[in-house]
């Protein structure tokens, strides 16, 4: 029995991890979820799935859910200390972490410490705290296994491999909800327009992050960290179809890619049973049906956020934390109807062109330069608006 830490589970991945759990009780089972303020479908989770502990990031909302739940057995904890109370739970075996934003990595860390395998759908982690992440996963020899669907497809395409025989990362992406068009087109884009994914079903975030592709910017620098490979060998490709999660090209001119239909139930389902492969009922990709696999160039004059995201990369220490950090900010503006979809990328390279990289930041550092940011943020965004 594989006992699993859950925090994100009422969003997108984290319903979907429960899924997988649900089809195989006999191996799987929940002994802690997190979320952040949801308290009725936390309950939900918690009778269907009877952990022994929840937490809910928000304090009123953990009060709530403790009163409702007062006739079973699951002790309810709140805030950043209940998440890395979790993270340690002697009874657990994986942690999941399926969290968004620079609040995943003190349970990481915490859950790496404490010797658990570490699935991580959570890519902030690695961007703003990789430097800090992978040395304590090689100190504690625990295993870090990639869950966003990318990741999880370069993860097996490497399987076995050797990583100096890597000559270069094909990263796919869908392109998003605005694919093709151009910058005088994305002027009046609001956030309901933004959140029309053709392909996949995600948060609103990383929904939003996919159209302004600083999702695919922050994958590029979450698989420097995952692989060992410089940005500079990362290409980023539009694979609209979707079915094509990205490829690993070797030094004697081989690309192996990954094929799938476009599902989360499947990278997720193999990072919770990694090494093995189980049976997934999700659409069998027909390749015969599909025909034609089409490829394109991202449109990086339109959708700054990739070359952005390559310049963070490329200044290294604290940058990568200040791109993710403004990028947070500046999305939670544009949901909130303050700013308009391309005030996105101006935002993210003022708070860049701002900062003095710090070379090799603590996590304390890291936190505290993400605040910077959010304030830079904030403040350009007064200027925008006034």
């Known amino acids: 029995m594989k006992n699993i830490v859950l925090i994100g589970s009422t969003g997108s991945i984290g319903t979907q991890t429960l899924d997988i759990v649900r089809a195989h009780r006999d191996e799987l089972t929940i002994t802690a979820l997190a979320a952040g303020r949801n308290v009725e479908k936390m309950e939900e ?26 006739d079973l057995p699951v ?36 859950a790496i410490h404490a010797g658990k395998t570490i699935a991580l759908a959570n890519k ?49 992406c869908s392109g998003g ?6 910058r005088e087109e994305l002027v009046n884009m609001t956030a309901k327009d933004a959140l029309k994914n053709p392909n996949w079903s995600m948060g609103n975030k990383v929904t939003i992050d996919s159209a302004s592709l600083v999702n695919k910017g922050l994958e590029v620098m979450e698989a420097t960290w995952l692989f060992g490979v410089p940005a500079s060998r990362i290409e980023v490709l539009v694979q609209p179809q979707s079915i094509c999660h990205s490829a690993v090209e070797y030094v004697d ?8 239909s476009p599902d989360m139930h499947q990278p997720i389902q ?14 069998e990709l027909d390749l015969l049906s599909v025909g034609d696999v089409h490829f394109e160039k991202p449109d990086t004059d339109t959708f700054r956020g990739l070359p952005l995201a390559y310049r963070a990369s490329e200044a290294g220490g604290s940058m990568p934390t200040v791109f993710n950090a403004a990028n947070e900010e500046a999305v939670s503006l544009f949901m909130k109807d303050r700013i308009h979809f391309l005030d996105i990328y101006d935002l993210i390279e003022a708070a860049m062109d701002e900062h003095s990289v710090v070379p090799n930041p603590s996590l304390e550092e890291v936190l505290a330069v993400g605040e910077e940011a959010r304030q830079s943020v904030r ?5 925008i608006s006034s």
């Not at 709140?78 to 620079?102: H, P, Q, Y």
């Not at 403040?379 to 200027?383: F, L």
Request: glycine share 6%; aromatic share 6%; net charge neutral.
């Open 45 to 70: 989770q918690i009778r269907e799935f009877s952990p022994l502990m929840a937490c809910l990031y928000d304090e009123s909302a953990a009060a709530d859910l403790k009163e409702r739940v007062r």
């Open 75 to 110: 002790r309810i904890v709140c805030g950043m200390d209940g998440l890395l109370e979790e993270a340690e739970l002697a009874e657990s075996d994986l942690f999941l972490n399926a969290v968004v934003g620079m609040i995943g990595i003190r349970p990481t860390l915490a």
């Open 124 to 172: 902030e982690t690695l961007v703003t705290a990789g430097h800090l992440i992978i040395p304590a996963v090689k100190e504690a020899g625990v295993q870090l296994l990639p869950v966003d669907s990318e990741h999880s497809a370069i993860f097996q395409c490497m399987n076995g491999e050797p990583k100096r025989r890597v000559k270069k990362i094909l990263l796919t």
């Open 177 to 182: 909800t605005f694919r093709g068009k151009k």
């Open 253 to 260: 001119g081989s690309i192996i890619a990954h094929l799938a």
């Open 270 to 283: 193999y990072a919770l049973f990694w090494p093995d492969r189980r049976e997934l009922d999700i659409p």
């Open 379 to 383: 403040r350009y965004a007064e200027k």
